[in-house]
């Protein structure tokens, strides 16, 4: 900042003693060293504040950049989902679509009641069921005649 070499402050020191004289010279040196240090330590607080605005513009930056960063993951998010959503349902009606003509002909016939339809099936399982009793029953005889 200053260039002040030693036989500069010698100089400067012999002007004061001379000026000043030797009775306040020493108090006149104090107070011009507590103004020194008050000075440097302003100084020092005002670099410390400018760096730390500068910290704070720079986070400041950073959490910008950040937001708009997870608001264009949020936007890509939206419009792929959307974009799933409607094949999705494009795909929901194509399978209704192609459902509902092959369902028709599964439905029972509507002359005949539902009760007879059950009855009639109920029928048939017991029926079924004996047949297979008595298939079972018939190898057993065989062997008891032929055994006596």
């Known amino acids: ?46 670099k410390a504040d400018i760096s730390r605005e500068m910290e704070l513009d720079e986070l400041r930056k950073f959490k910008d950049q950040f937001e708009e960063a997870a608001q264009s993951v949020e936007s890509s998010v939206r419009t792929e989902m959307s974009s799933a959503e409607t094949t999705l349902n494009a795909i929901a009606s194509e399978a209704d679509a192609q459902a509902a003509p092959s369902a028709a002909p599964a439905q029972p016939d509507s002359s005949v009641p539902e009760a007879t339809a059950s009855a009639a099936s109920g029928d048939r399982a017991a029926a079924a069921q004996d047949g297979v009793a008595e298939a079972a029953s018939q190898p ?3 062997e008891q005649k032929t055994a006596a």
């Open 1 to 46: 900042m200053f260039d002040v070499g030693f036989s500069e402050l010698m100089m400067i020191a012999v002007v004061a003693l001379v000026v000043i004289g030797p009775e306040r010279l020493p108090k006149v040196a104090r107070t011009l060293g507590h103004l020194f240090g008050r000075l440097q330590r302003y100084v020092n607080d005002v």
């Open 140 to 142: 057993a005889a065989a």
